[in-house]
């Protein structure tokens, strides 16, 4: 038995993972409710060792936001803007697919775009769009729209959200993006996000990509004004849906940011609470191989540490990020696949790089070879053209 939990109050729930039971709603709330974060980050890491042993992966990705002018003013919210705002923004079809093809040049495999909800693009806008991405090289998966975005785009092409996602699918779309969960419970969804899609909506929109043979991750933002009650209500609706359609690859959870915008909240969540989030969320949602330390959120040093406390992936290189910088991030724009490959190395993981689906690309050595020493130059000149991508 683990020496954090030997003499623990959670002994019991470490037995009862162990014995490969399903912990229930009362034995998550217990969890985040505990001050032993080490025996429950123990009990994570033993859950994170029979999904995957010891490997963690990361993938070479780019983000684009096409856009953050939107219809919506969702409170916690600090992308958003209106036409009438100087620093709002909207590229053409041209510029993404600009962007792109530097990113290629670089080895992603990934694109990763959401945007606003925009008052005027039309419905062609968006599948021109995939056409074009799709038209630079058919191996690049693209992983976009968050579940708000489709139902936006469904209403746009006055279409079902079935119709509107096998049109998107034909076109190229590969992935859904998790983003735009927020928190299930309506009491708190209508504090942080009034206007916005229900929880009933959010999830159907995954349900029907997963029943059209599509995968996508999910998301939890925690740390404003929700209860630790209110997130074992909203892992509750994830894992009710995985155990329906098996269609997450993987789950991310989202510390808040609260700089720039209308919520009363005065401080990011804890590297505590970022913690034992990740290993609650790693126990309880039993029917999930992968969740993510968002680097982005938390900064790779922590991100790094999350490696011990259930995590199993560090996210992608990334190299332009607005949501989260916008909202009071500090983290750097980017990462280079060798500092991702330093931090796993330093977790005592095995690096994996992996693609959309968490599927593995390579595998590389716990320990630095000397075939990646002599690559230093090489990876000094990727990290330069990361940084002006």
Known sequence: MNFFVQRSELRDLYDKVVAGER?????????????????????????RQKKVKDCASYIINRYINYSN????????????????????????IEQIVQK????????????????????????????????????????LQLKCFTAIEILHLAWLGKKTVRETLSELKACGLDSLTGGGAEIFRKEVRSQIAKGKESAEE????????????????????????????????????LRNLQDETHGFVGFVPL??????????????????????????????????????????????????????????????????????????????QLQTEAAMVKAIREAGR????????????????????????DASGKSKLLEGNLATA
């Not at 945007?115 to 021109?128: C, K």
């Not at 599509?214 to 892992?235: I, K, Q, W």
């Not at 982005?296 to 995590?311: H, I, N």
């Open 23 to 47: 912990i229930s709603d009362a034995d998550a709330l217990r969890l985040f409710e505990s001050k032993d974060l080490n025996a429950v980050g123990a009990i994570a890491d033993f859950v």
């Open 69 to 92: 002018y939107c219809i919506l003013s969702c409170q916690f919210c600090a992308f958003s803007r209106k036409k009438r705002d100087k620093d709002g923004f909207e590229l053409s």
């Open 100 to 139: 792109a093809r530097e990113a290629l040049a670089i080895g992603i495999t990934e694109l990763h775009i959401v945007g606003g909800l925009h008052p005027s693009l039309p419905f062609s806008y968006y599948t021109d769009m995939l056409r074009a991405l799709k038209a630079l090289d058919p191996r």
């Open 202 to 237: 959010y999830l159907d929109v995954h349900r029907t990509w997963h029943q059209l043979g599509g995968r996508s991750t999910c998301t939890m933002l925690f740390g404003h004004v929700e209860s630790l009650a209110d997130r074992v209500n909203h892992l509750s609706y």
């Open 255 to 332: 510390r808040y940011m609260p700089d720039n915008n209308l919520m009363e909240v005065k401080h990011a969540p804890t590297g505590f609470d970022c913690l034992r989030t990740i290993a609650v969320s790693r126990i309880y949602l039993d029917n999930f191989d992968h969740v993510t330390a968002y680097w982005v959120g938390m900064g790779m040093k922590l991100a790094q540490v999350a490696l011990s406390y259930g995590a199993d992936d560090l996210h992608g290189t990334i190299i332009e990020e607005h949501i989260f910088h916008m909202a009071g991030a500090t983290s750097p």
């Open 350 to 373: 095995t690096p994996v790089q992996r693609n959309t689906f968490y599927e593995p690309i390579k595998v590389l050595p716990a320990a630095i070879t000397s075939d990646e020493g």
